[in-house]
T-cell receptor
């Protein structure tokens, strides 16, 4: 079975500051890892994904994440926060074999302060 | 260019009532699923389907039924609503299983359900 832990249910940063959202995973097989973003009153949208190619993954809106197997981490970063980045962010890990379902973390609400 | 469409957007039920949440996708995706989202718990998988006529249980299936008679539609039925089913429900679809390469989940905008 796989699981995901997101450290920090709420993160606040100033506009222009570095964004760092933490995600650690547990998986018995090499995982696929994902970050999704949810804007208010909307469904989730895929930000980026790791599927065992490059360990540094670039996504939409200037976000990127680095897969670190030794630390079982997949933290999401953005060098400079924008007001429009305020949203809830979910890390997810896939299962294996025929049951490649996604297991989501509990989410991190990002607030961007002016 | 509709994607995944969920109806209704809001619903209030009394304990014991039944209802069906509708989900339709126009992308010819084989995989469809229902999640519920509760504060501090992320999204939890209720039921999923890997194609017409095939459904299976997810992490929290109790109190819910699904069917998949067509590729496009995947309704979620609440048999006898309980306050514990107050939640936001999301339908999602993908070309293949969501953990597969190049098969990201596409989400609807959700149904906010309150059971009193």
């Amino acid at each position: 079975a796989q699981s995901v832990t997101q450290l920090g249910s709420h993160v606040s940063v100033s506009e222009g500051a570095l964004v760092l959202l933490r995600c650690n995973y547990s998986s018995s097989v090499p995982p696929y890892l994902f970050w999704y973003v949810q804007y208010p009153n909307q469904g989730l949208q895929l930000l980026l994904k790791y599927t065992s190619a490059a360990t540094l993954v670039k996504g939409i809106n200037g976000f990127e994440a680095e897969f670190k197997k030794s630390e079982t981490s997949f933290h999401l970063t953005k060098p400079s926060a924008h007001m429009s980045d305020a949203a809830e962010y979910f890390c997810a890990v896939s299962g294996s074999g025929s049951a490649r379902q996604l297991t989501f973390g509990s989410g991190t609400q990002l607030t961007v302060l002016p | 260019n509709a994607g995944v469409t969920q109806t209704p957007k809001f619903q209030v039920l009394k304990t014991g009532q039944s209802m069906t949440l509708q989900c339709a996708q126009d992308m010819n995706h084989e995989y469809m699923s229902w999640y519920r989202q509760d504060p501090g718990m992320g999204l939890r998988l209720i039921h999923y389907s890997v194609g017409a006529g095939i459904t299976d249980q997810g992490e929290v299936p109790n109190g819910y039924n699904v069917s998949r008679s067509t590729t496009e539609d995947f309704p979620l039925r609440l048999l006898s609503a309980a306050p514990s089913q107050t939640s936001v429900y999301f339908c999602a679809s993908s070309p293949l299983l969501p953990g597969s390469h190049n098969s990201p989940l596409h989400f609807g905008n959700g149904t906010r359900l309150t059971v009193t």
